[in-house]
């Protein structure tokens, strides 16, 4: 048996498969080893993830995490599984690597990451062969929904937000500059945090200021990343939630800077189970 996973900062999911059939998927907070010490991971693994698998007869792992881009971190996510799962083979690796395997498969293409964080590489002869760093979301992560939820909160806060859409913002969440200040610089997760307004970018993705918002922010990681790339001669792939709830902005992004769209998913676990069948 295998089992796959896919992890984010907000949510893993974990595919238990026998012979290439789907036989459980578990969804679990997310685990990312630049926030969270190995207790942590841990504590996570055995009370949302162990304690309902169907089996802990797992042949082999294949881990594919946000914050797994060395092997200090990558070691952190092994030893915690290996505490559970000791006689399975277990394999750690970046998030990224684990979508330019689902998208791209056995193909040379560009793969992007739109979720929480962001991310992007050139994929070929499945190898990540180049790598613009994202650098986090105080620094970087354009188009993800740490930054879309920080450009957002901010514009409320600084009173440049639209009145009529300001006043919905208000009565949806009672947030001040105390609060988010709090929540951003002294508790954990504070990319959770700003990526937990997107549900009301959703709902309000045709006002035009939500819009304009958007389509700035991933105009900005196509200019800022995938530009780094050969990317008049590959497709590019997305994959993630924020790519999928607001994929026709996204295309419409891509189409203006005269780019080849490729696929856009969810997330890639579907993907991942293909590849490791």
């Not at 970046?94 to 791209?104: I, M, T």
């Not at 650098?135 to 920080?150: N, P, Q, T």
């Not at 610089?185 to 970018?201: D, E, I």
């Amino acid at each position: 048996m295998k089992l796959i996973a896919d992890s984010g900062s907000t949510k893993t999911s974990w595919v238990l498969t026998k012979k290439s059939n789907i036989i459980q998927q578990i969804t679990t907070d997310g685990i990312n080893p630049y926030y969270q010490d190995e207790n942590k991971i841990c504590e996570t693994i055995k009370e949302q993830l162990f304690t309902k698998i169907e089996s802990i007869n797992i042949d082999e792992i294949y881990f594919y995490g946000a914050g797994c881009a060395s092997p200090e971190k990558n070691k952190m996510i092994a030893d915690a599984l290996g505490q559970f799962f000791p006689t399975s083979i277990i394999a750690v690796n970046s998030d990224l690597l684990g979508a330019a395997r689902s998208l791209c498969g056995s193909n040379a293409g560009i793969a992007a990451i739109l979720g929480t964080g962001s991310n992007s590489c050139f994929f070929s002869q499945d190898e990540i062969v180049k790598n613009v760093s994202p650098l986090g979301f105080i620094l970087g992560d354009e188009g993800s929904g740490a930054v879309l939820g920080k450009k957002l909160i901010g514009d409320f806060l600084k009173n440049q937000m639209p009145k009529d859409l300001s006043d919905l913002f208000a009565s949806t969440y009672n947030i001040n500059a105390i609060t988010t200040l709090d929540r951003v610089y002294k508790k954990p997760f504070p990319n959770r945090y700003l990526a937990s307004f997107v549900p009301f970018m959703s709902e309000n993705k045709s006002n035009k200021y939500v819009y304009n918002l958007i389509y700035d922010s991933f105009t900005e990681f196509i200019v800022r990343n995938i530009k780094q790339y050969d990317y008049q001669k590959y497709p590019i792939h997305f994959t993630g939630s924020i790519a999928y709830n607001f994929k026709e902005i996204l295309s419409e992004v891509v189409s203006k800077q005269n780019m080849k769209l490729g696929n856009i998913t969810q997330n890639p676990i579907e993907g991942l189970v293909r590849f490791h069948k």
